[in-house]
């Protein structure tokens, strides 16, 4: 079996890494991996992969910092080129980026069969591009790796029941990638208290809004007075932060981490405050309570078992998540598949191959 695995950003190949770790134990598979240039950043070297245990892509097509149409439109010009050259018997995806559209739309075109991992995630947010994203690449897959029950759910309410498509819970394979990375965990040699909160702001739904930002950082500024606030900050982020003249004066604003090194900022902090969808999980992955800045989030069973708050960008919700917030109260509960996602994704392939 020949897999061409299409990957487009840096968390992508972090996920990626769990399954193709599982890959490598298969004689009968051979994993082609295609690397779009989506999100790519000069950390993402040689070292980046050798350190993450991740095979170093096969091709790397340089598409980013372009329009959504741009990028996309290329990277389906040319994803079709790399198709036609090895011949894949699957077209895998991941998420919801424009690589994980283009690779879809490719494969479809093409008739190779596409298998679409962190499938059925839903925000119910059409204005969001990752939300079109994922909801087009379901369309056209054939099958459906959902990390939760809630995505089974949401395709069959969206009738995913009456199509000729396979729809399994395989689990998350963030959380395969969470319980391999912990032991390679690498602290950071900034000043760093017993008691951190660790927060990221990155969302556009954020960043872009001065008023939702500026609320953010008031409430931020009143808890750091008592708790050490850790925030990794990208450089767009910082740029808008300084054009706004917001004060950051009691926060510890650091430079961007690796991977490694924010496995261990989540396994050391003692809460998280942040609107990223992964790190959402990943404070449950290391049993810490999470304070989400957003108003929706796919991962609704965090919530719904109280290990999540969603407070959007407003100043009395945030204070009041932070004042009321517990330590992790441990539940009997199997919510994405307890590190075994790889292993129940490449046994499917197999099994669908027959």
Same mark, same amino acid.
């Given at each position: 079996?020949?897999?061409?695995?299409?990957?487009?950003?840096?968390?992508?190949?972090?996920?990626?890494?769990?399954?193709?770790?599982?890959?490598?134990?298969?004689?009968?598979?051979?994993?082609?991996?295609?690397?779009?240039? $989506?999100?790519?950043?000069?950390?993402?070297?040689?070292?980046?992969?050798?350190?993450?245990?991740?095979?170093?892509?096969?091709?790397?097509?340089?598409?980013?910092?372009?329009?959504?149409?741009?990028?996309?439109?290329?990277?389906?010009? @040319?994803?079709?080129?790399?198709?036609? @050259?090895?011949?894949?018997?699957?077209?895998?995806?991941?998420?919801?980026?424009?690589?994980?559209?283009?690779?879809?739309?490719?494969?479809?075109?093409?008739?190779?069969?596409?298998?679409?991992?962190?499938?059925?995630?839903?925000?119910?947010?059409?204005?969001?591009?990752?939300?079109?994203?994922?909801?087009?690449?379901?369309?056209?897959?054939?099958?459906?790796?959902?990390?939760?029950?809630?995505?089974?759910?949401?395709?069959?309410?969206?009738?995913?029941?009456?199509?000729?498509?396979?729809?399994?819970?395989?689990?998350?394979?963030?959380?395969?990638?969470?319980?391999?990375?912990?032991?390679?965990?690498?602290?950071?040699?900034?000043?760093?208290?017993?008691?951190?909160?660790?927060?990221?702001?990155?969302?556009?739904? *954020?960043?872009?809004?001065?008023?939702?930002?500026?609320?953010?950082?008031?409430?931020?500024?009143?808890?750091?007075?008592?708790?050490?606030?850790?925030?990794?900050?990208?450089?767009?982020?910082?740029?808008?932060?300084?054009?706004?003249?917001?004060?950051?004066? *009691?926060?510890?604003?650091?430079?961007?981490?690796?991977?490694?090194?924010?496995?261990?900022?989540?396994? *050391?902090?003692?809460?998280?405050?942040?609107?990223?969808?992964?790190?959402?999980?990943?404070?449950?992955?290391? $049993?810490? $309570?999470?304070?989400?800045?957003?108003?929706?989030?796919?991962?609704?069973?965090?919530?719904?078992?109280?290990?999540?708050?969603?407070?959007?960008?407003?100043?009395? @919700?945030?204070?009041?998540?932070?004042?009321?917030?517990?330590?992790?109260?441990?539940?009997?509960?199997?919510?994405?598949?307890?590190?075994?996602?790889?292993?129940?994704?490449?046994?499917?392939?197999?099994?669908?191959?027959?």
């Amino acid at each position: 079996m020949k897999i061409l695995t299409i990957l487009g950003a840096r968390p992508q190949f972090i996920k990626a890494g769990s399954v193709s770790r599982e890959i490598a134990k298969r004689s009968e598979i051979q994993e082609t991996i295609v690397h779009t240039g $989506q999100h790519y950043d000069a950390n993402m070297s040689d070292i980046f992969f050798d350190e993450m245990k991740i095979p170093k892509p096969d091709y790397f097509l340089g598409i980013g910092g372009k329009s959504h149409g741009a990028m996309t439109g290329q990277m389906i010009e @040319k994803i079709e080129e790399v198709c036609l @050259k090895e011949k894949p018997d699957w077209v895998m995806v991941y998420g919801d980026t424009n690589s994980t559209l283009a690779g879809a739309i490719v494969a479809s075109k093409l008739h190779i069969k596409l298998a679409h991992i962190e499938a059925g995630l839903r925000s119910f947010n059409m204005k969001m591009p990752e939300e079109v994203n994922r909801i087009l690449t379901d369309r056209v897959s054939q099958i459906l790796f959902c990390p939760t029950d809630t995505a089974v759910e949401n395709l069959k309410n969206e009738g995913y029941d009456n199509l000729d498509v396979k729809v399994i819970k395989s689990g998350d394979v963030m959380q395969d990638g969470a319980i391999f990375y912990k032991s390679l965990a690498q602290k950071l040699s900034c000043d760093i208290q017993d008691n951190f909160i660790l927060c990221t702001i990155h969302r556009a739904e *954020n960043t872009d809004d001065a008023t939702r930002l500026k609320n953010i950082f008031k409430a931020l500024n009143e808890i750091a007075k008592e708790t050490q606030i850790i925030l990794p900050l990208h450089p767009r982020t910082k740029k808008i932060i300084d054009e706004l003249q917001i004060d950051t004066k *009691n926060l510890t604003i650091i430079d961007p981490v690796g991977y490694l090194e924010m496995v261990w900022l989540i396994d *050391n902090c003692s809460l998280v405050m942040t609107d990223s969808g992964g790190l959402q999980k990943e404070a449950y992955f290391f $049993q810490k $309570q999470c304070i989400t800045l957003r108003d929706e989030t796919e991962w609704v069973e965090l919530v719904e078992n109280g290990f999540n708050t969603l407070v959007g960008a407003d100043y009395e @919700k945030i204070l009041k998540a932070y004042q009321t917030s517990t330590a992790f109260r441990s539940k009997e509960l199997d919510l994405y598949g307890s590190g075994r996602a790889s292993q129940k994704i490449i046994s499917e392939l197999l099994v669908y191959e027959l």
